[in-house]
């Protein structure tokens, strides 16, 4: 007789979990018909319980009580989590929206930098690479400055390990100028040659407005055979135009680099008065933006390129000045010091 397993179905109740079931609410309405409903348990049980002799009915009629209460208590509870369960995956649906955090954007020298590079490969030019940690012969003896030129003074170089007395090859410095890579890459590759060389470059300079001890370049080189300052000329005229707009005009001074001759610095009208003169400029309508000028041939013949048959133009330029012009930046300590109120101007230039 069912009757007399009351207690062990209070138990199996009381033990009924949720955990396990794929389809909660249809688990608690079929715990529900099984218990409760109109041809459920108790109720077959109730029905029984009208043949029960007089003298146990109060015993049975209690465990019967105890037992729907137990089975409305559990399907209560049973109840409640689900519609806890339901908040709480409400809340991780994956298609609401979300809170918005703030993501980082590039900094603008590696805006300006990328601009530089694309410009550049959009010709022809791939990008090389080499060491921040230099010896003294890719940076100064191989481009043509002798070991006591006074050239080197051109450049305050941080040395890492110097020999005493003079500049060595084997000197262990900071790169003064990204000028080095042309060497290794010379050294590595023939001609045609066409690479543009960006990275971080050290100098011993007191930091201020105008210099800073740390700067970036990017230099480019180009060998092959009867390349002329025509061809120098003209590349620099698209880059400018490139960067700085359709309307800029360049003009190029003759000056003195160890490793390139002839040597110039090249100019851009200034953009910001478009030439007429302003504080930016100075008053002279042109802004100084790069050094360059032809592969000196000592040069090409030390990485192992005959000056006979090849020649090559190079150039150089500076990154923090490129964006100062670009952005109107006047102090290049900016670029240094993380203040988020200067990097968020630059967030929407990708
Ligand atoms: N290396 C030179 C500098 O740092 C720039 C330069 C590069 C000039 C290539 C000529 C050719 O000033």
Partial sequence: MKLNNIEDFIREIQMASLEKA???????EQFRIKYLGKKGLISELFEEFKTVPNEQKKEMGQALNRLKTAAQAKIEEFKSSVEKLEQQSQTSDLTLPTDYSAVGSRHVLSVVMNEIIDIFSRIGFTVADGPEIEDDYHVFTALNFALDHPARDM????????????????DVLLRT??????VRVMEQQKP???????????????????AHCIFHQVEGLYVDKKVT????????????????????QIRLRPS???????????????????GKGCNICKGTGWLEILGCGMVDPNVLETSGIDSKEYSGFAFGMGVERMAMLKYQIRDLRLYFENDLRFLRQFDTIV
């Fill in 192 to 210: 045609p040659i066409r690479v543009i060389m960006p990275g971080r470059v050290f100098r011993n300079e007191a930091i201020s407005a105008r």
């Fill in 22 to 28: 794929m389809d909660r609410a249809a688990f608690v």
């Fill in 229 to 248: 300052f025509a061809d120098l000329k003209q590349t620099l005229l698209y880059f400018a135009k490139e960067m700085f707009g359709e309307q800029t």
């Fill in 177 to 182: 100028h990204t000028s080095g890579v042309q």
């Fill in 155 to 170: 450049q305050d170089t941080f040395f890492v390990e110097k020999e005493p007395s003079v500049n060595k090859p084997t």
């Fill in 256 to 274: 003195y680099f160890p490793f390139t001759e002839p040597s110039a610095e090249m100019d851009i009208s200034c953009n910001i008065c478009g």
